[in-house]
């Protein structure tokens, strides 16, 4: 079956625009993560989804970033204003209904902004 | 601050061999422990996991030793093999409200395996 996948694969923007990152998480998912991979390092948590609604967001770095999941299936990861520093792989992970169960992670978003 | 530690940080073994990977924690909460496989240009995919009440848990070629008491976990890759070679993520996780149990990562490990 399909797995997760996220889309674009690579995105270039410049320093202070906004960007918009999707993910399409496993049919029947409930639960869905958000992640941030900088180069050379592990995947840093984000967000996390249950169904519709964002249960826990404790690793947004700031209030530039957003992101939502409004029927409980699709999420996009929304960054205004990015900065360079913003530049790292944005990975999305779903797993049938949260708990211990198997995070599945996509391939991943390249960001980078220049 | 760094709760998931990871060393080394690159492994060279000869096929055949044995990988050894080591990560310690600090936070006591963490009651969840699974090791991830990323190649280049993927995502991270469950290898094996373990819960802090076993000391021990074995997949095949992949081997999983836990130390509660030492807060320490390593991941043994017997009968190491070319295909095997990726970067090697260790983790741990604990609820933390609303049913999350989002990962915390060690840095990684990038091993090769030469012929």
């Known amino acids: 079956g399909a797995g997760v996948s996220q889309t674009p694969s690579n995105k270039v923007t410049e320093k202070g625009k906004y960007v918009e990152l999707r993910c399409d998480p496993i049919s029947g998912h409930t639960a869905l993560y958000w992640y941030r991979q900088s180069l050379g390092q592990g995947p840093e948590f984000l967000i996390y989804f249950q169904g519709t609604g964002a249960a826990d967001d404790s690793g947004l770095p700031n209030d530039r970033f957003f992101a939502v999941r409004p029927e409980g299936s699709v999420s996009t990861l929304k960054i205004q204003r990015t900065e360079r520093g913003d530049s790292a792989v944005y990975l999305c992970a779903s797993s049938l209904s949260g708990g211990l169960e198997t995070q599945y992670f996509g391939p991943g978003t390249r960001l980078l902004v220049l | 601050q760094q709760q998931v530690k990871q060393s080394p940080q690159s492994l060279i073994v000869q096929k055949g061999g044995i990988s050894i990977i080591n990560c310690a924690y600090e936070?006591?909460?963490?009651?969840?422990f699974p090791w991830y496989q990323q190649f280049p240009g993927k995502g991270p995919a469950l290898l094996i996991a373990?819960?802090?009440?076993?000391s021990e848990k074995k997949e095949g070629r992949f081997t999983i030793s836990f130390n509660k008491s030492a807060k320490q976990f390593s991941l043994h890759i017997m009968d190491s093999q070319p295909g095997d070679s990726a970067t090697y993520f260790c983790a741990a996780s604990k609820p933390s409200g609303a049913g999350s149990y989002q990962l915390t990562f060690g840095k990684g490990t990038k091993l090769s395996v030469i012929p």
């Open positions: 373990i819960r802090p009440d076993v």
């Open positions: 936070n006591t909460a963490f009651d969840y």
